[in-house]
């Protein structure tokens, strides 16, 4: 318990990552002195023993000795980032877990205090999702694609999602429509029960109706009406448009 105390940060949490020193440093040390003990060594050579003037072999001694002075500064400042080598191991399970309350609180709300935690530093995020033949992708999946990344734990005003239709379909476009009339419905109640997975045709296809609790079930059954009409009218929609097209 007093290394975990140790460990605290300022802020009274763990820290997500630490910083150990990478092995093999001290070895690398002293080739790395090798090196510049004969760099120096051959710089001493080159300007001690340079042809005198009129010596044929002075101007590629010169080129000669202007290439190391080169080599030997890139390889300075190489040293830079190979001098001391570090290595970050992060610990991505705290995101979520945190001994000062953990056992205190239940899930949801661990996930509600990790993200006010970091809501201030969590950047803006802008997530496309590219489709362009109604018959290839139906309009159905695409949306249940945006619904589940609408639904996403992260801070809504931070979270843009953006649906590039390259096909320019009417029919993408009237399914997006009635998806966000249903996402009033859907994103509030993912929410609540912090359900997964988040998609509305994957979480109706694989959960079971609650039972234990009547107020549940009964919200339950209504957002699996909304979700059963909007689908019902996405595919009428299709069907129409399926026939615009043959005629």
């Known amino acids: 318990m007093a290394v975990r105390e140790k460990e605290m940060g300022k802020d009274g949490y763990l820290p997500l990552f630490e910083t150990k020193g990478a092995k093999g440093r001290i070895p690398y040390w002293f080739y790395a002195g090798s090196m510049f003990m004969g760099i120096c060594l051959i710089c001493i050579f080159r300007v001690s023993h340079i042809p005198a003037q009129g010596d044929f072999r002075r101007p590629a001694w010169i080129g000669m000795f202007m290439a190391e002075l080169w080599f030997s500064f890139f390889w300075l400042i190489t040293q830079s980032v190979r001098w001391n080598p570090i290595r ?28 006010n935690r970091y809501e201030k530093v969590l950047p803006s995020i802008d997530v496309f999702v590219c489709t362009a033949d109604p018959q290839v992708e139906p309009p159905l999946m695409v949306i249940n694609t945006v619904l589940s990344l609408m639904a996403y734990s992260y801070p809504p005003e931070k979270l843009n999602v953006y649906l590039s239709d390259d096909g320019g379909s009417d029919l993408m476009f009237y399914a997006l429509l009635e998806a966000s009339r249903f996402s009033t419905y ?60 043959d005629s």
């Open 88 to 115: 970050r191991y992060t610990f991505k399970e705290r995101l979520y877990q945190s001994d000062a309350f953990a056992r205190e609180y239940s899930e949801a709300k661990v996930l509600q205090m990790v993200i």
């Open 186 to 245: 859907w994103l509030p109640f993912c929410r609540k029960l912090k359900i997964e997975p988040r998609s509305p045709a994957a979480y109706f296809a694989t959960a079971c109706e609650p039972t234990d609790d009547p107020v549940m079930a009964n919200e339950w059954s209504s957002i699996k009406v909304c979700i059963s009409n909007y689908q019902l009218v996405v595919k009428i929609a299709r069907h129409i448009n399926l026939k615009l097209c």
